[in-house]
């Protein structure tokens, strides 16, 4: 079940999300929206899911361990924007940041100043946790 409620960074203002918004008609660009009941974010593109961020909660950290963009929508700048509102939504939260995904990974890279702070090295115990977790 989604929360029709953006995460923090989306590509664009957010009006008319949530139930019974009136301030104008739903977003058609690029939104980030959390979906904490299966533990991922999700970007909707005209109000249609089209990626995904998944993550599980280990402690303080949020271990992101799969992104995945639908062909039809790649090459757009879509994952970026999708990580960057689900690394926004985690500081928010109070999280910290384990890029376990290869996708997470490398916006860190790019943009590891902006979440140093907050992000926590992939060690061989939270590879072991999650392959626990997953199996």
Do not use: N
């Amino acid at each position: 079940m989604t929360t029709g409620r953006p995460a923090a960074s989306t590509a664009g203002p957010a009006t008319g999300s949530g139930a019974g918004a009136t301030d104008g008609p739903a977003p058609t660009g690029p939104v980030v929206v959390p979906v904490p009941g299966r533990s991922r974010y999700e970007i909707h593109v005209g109000g249609v899911p089209v990626g995904r961020t998944v993550y599980l909660d280990r402690g303080g950290q949020r271990v992101f361990h799969h992104t995945r963009i639908e062909d039809a929508f790649g090459g757009r700048g879509l994952a970026g924007r999708l990580v960057q509102g689900a690394l926004e939504d985690t500081r928010a939260s109070g999280m910290r940041i384990v890029p376990v995904c290869p996708c997470v990974g490398k916006y860190l890279e790019k943009h590891g100043g902006t979440y140093g702070d907050i992000t926590d090295p992939v060690t061989p115990d939270v590879l072991d946790w999650l392959d626990r977790r997953l199996a």
